[in-house]
């Protein structure tokens, strides 16, 4: 597909098998960068969707076509060997693609495997061209079973003492953010400019409101700002929400004691 710029010559290839499929993946130099692409015929077949329907669909697209590559590849010895350029997208791209194939309009016997596809394919060979593990590569738990006994136990060691050091610093840190709380908590409640708190200032007014509410019934007249007023100078406060919150129990105190002498009861 010349059409969309000059082919693409892979500098590497490699084979990833995604469950029961071999798909191709190519890392050329492009603008000086490294790109991996992926064909995307090859990804049709086995998905048994319509290539040429699908390759319109990418070039309509307005993202898609933009990012869309002819690349030279080379096919399997299973698929006659030689060269074939072949169309492809970034394997940033695939999964944009492949989210475009609707797996309500598929046949029904394909469906699964293309949502596997478009659920793992990206991540599945993302991995493979970054760890640089290819199809029929030996496993690391094989190659352990393999190697020098010495060299697999220094191995097992080293990776106990990592598994340790990170376990220890996951412990710091937690055990940092309790005693970080902790020293806040210590400070607030032992600072003697802390206030009292929200439902200690409700209670205050409460008693205000009684002990006002009886020497207006003894004067006729609103006493309100007179209680409010004493409990201020008393407290040397200019709001009973500032009011220290170690002598909260003094100003209840006061409170309910001038309540008392008026009415001879405790209301609070």
């Not at 607030?188 to 708190?197: E, I």
Request: aromatic share 8%.
């Amino acid at each position: 597909m010349s059409e969309e710029g000059s082919i693409l010559i892979p500098v590497e290839q490699k084979q990833v098998l995604f469950y029961e499929d071999e798909i191709t993946a190519v890392r050329v130099t492009e603008a000086g960068r490294p790109v991996v692409y992926v064909p995307l015929r090859p990804i049709c077949d086995y998905l048994g969707v319509s290539w040429s329907g699908q390759r319109d669909r990418t070039v309509r697209d307005p993202v898609l076509k933009t990012e869309v590559r002819g690349v030279r590849v080379t096919r399997t010895p299973g698929a006659g060997g030689g060269t074939q350029e072949m169309t492809c997208l970034p394997l940033d791209y695939l999964s944009g693609w492949l989210f475009g194939i609707n797996a309500t309009r598929v046949k029904p016997e394909v469906r699964d495997r293309l949502i596997r596809y478009q659920r793992e394919c990206y991540r599945v060979l993302a991995e493979a061209f970054q760890e640089g593990r290819l199809t029929g590569d030996e496993t690391f738990e094989d190659l352990l079973q393999t190697a020098d006994p010495g060299v697999v136990q220094a191995y097992q060691m080293a990776l106990a003492v990592v598994k340790l050091a990170r376990n220890q610093i996951m412990l710091e840190s937690r055990l940092e953010g309790h005693e970080q709380r902790l020293e806040r908590l210590e400070a607030t409640l032992g600072s003697p400019d802390r206030q009292v708190t929200e439902e200690q200032a409700s209670q205050i007014s409460q008693a205000v409101k009684a002990v006002a509410m009886a020497l207006s019934q003894k004067s006729g007249r609103n006493e309100y700002g007179g209680v409010y007023g004493e409990l201020y100078r008393r407290f040397a406060i200019t709001s009973y929400k500032l009011l220290p919150a170690g002598r909260f129990h003094e100003a209840m105190k006061f409170l309910t004691d001038w309540h008392q002498n008026l009415t001879g009861e405790v209301p609070f």
